[in-house]
């Protein structure tokens, strides 16, 4: 059973949500405040986040940028108000996943959250020891989203990985900006081009021995990017 956790502080929203997932199949805890929330988002197991941005204590953001810098690499999905068009953006350069702006319709959520679990991976299925691959100097399983520079782990949020994993599907070749985008975030993010360079640039402080000088993410100028898998 899949287990999503609430982060929300309107009440009637939190009962309404715990009913109709509940009634849908998954397991569902809550939290109604940031404290609450990022301490479980922290230290138990979920497959999913619904993460409301506006709440007492600590703010959504804050839980999301915590989470991710701790390793956590559950889904995310921002509950945004409307008029909070500009943190979207921001949210998914925190490492949130997905966002929905409120008032949304539950068809609207569930289908979202049915769309990220479908991406998501399933760490439960095992056979994941074989599938890395190297990029440059790191070994990465897309599968289960880990990252290995030696023994340590690199951390990367789960759009990190997607983008990676994208641009090791077309090594070698020309990526465009409006592919990528449209391939790691859905069609309907209005997620600009300053949001893609901000990704990579982060990628490249991960994955590159000298980030001002990419031998693995190049830049191909005025249209996007080009990785070079086999960099020796
Ligand atoms: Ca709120």
Redesign the pocket.
């Known amino acids: 059973m899949k287990k999503v956790l609430i982060v929300?502080?309107?009440l009637n929203m939190v009962q309404g949500l715990k009913d109709n997932l509940e009634f849908e199949g998954y397991e569902v805890d809550t939290a109604m405040e940031g404290t609450s929330g990022l301490q479980k988002a922290l230290h138990e197991k979920y497959d999913l986040i619904l993460l409301?941005?506006?709440?007492p204590e600590v703010s959504g953001f804050d839980i999301c940028k915590a989470a991710r810098r701790a390793g956590v690499n559950t889904p995310i999905i921002l509950l945004t108000a409307k008029g909070e068009e500009i943190d979207k953006v921001l949210g998914l350069e925190l490492g949130a996943d997905d966002y929905i702006t409120k008032p949304f319709s539950l068809r609207e959520l569930l289908a979202r959250i049915k769309a990220i679990l479908r991406r998501a991976p399933d760490l439960k299925q095992g056979d994941a020891e074989s599938e890395f691959v190297t990029i440059g100097n790191i070994k990465i399983n897309f599968k289960n989203y880990q990252a290995l520079e030696g023994d340590s782990e690199i951390k990367m949020s789960h759009k990190e990985f997607e983008i990676l994993h994208y641009l090791y599907n077309h090594a070698g070749k020309t990526v465009h900006r409006d592919d990528l985008m449209s391939s790691v975030w859905s069609i309907d993010y209005d997620i600009t081009t300053r949001t893609v360079d901000n990704f990579i640039s982060k990628l490249r402080q991960k994955i590159e021995t000298d980030p001002n000088n990419p031998k693995i993410i190049l830049t191909v100028h005025g249209v996007g990017y080009k990785m070079i898998a086999d960099s020796e």
């Open positions: 929300e502080d309107e409301d941005v506006m709440l």
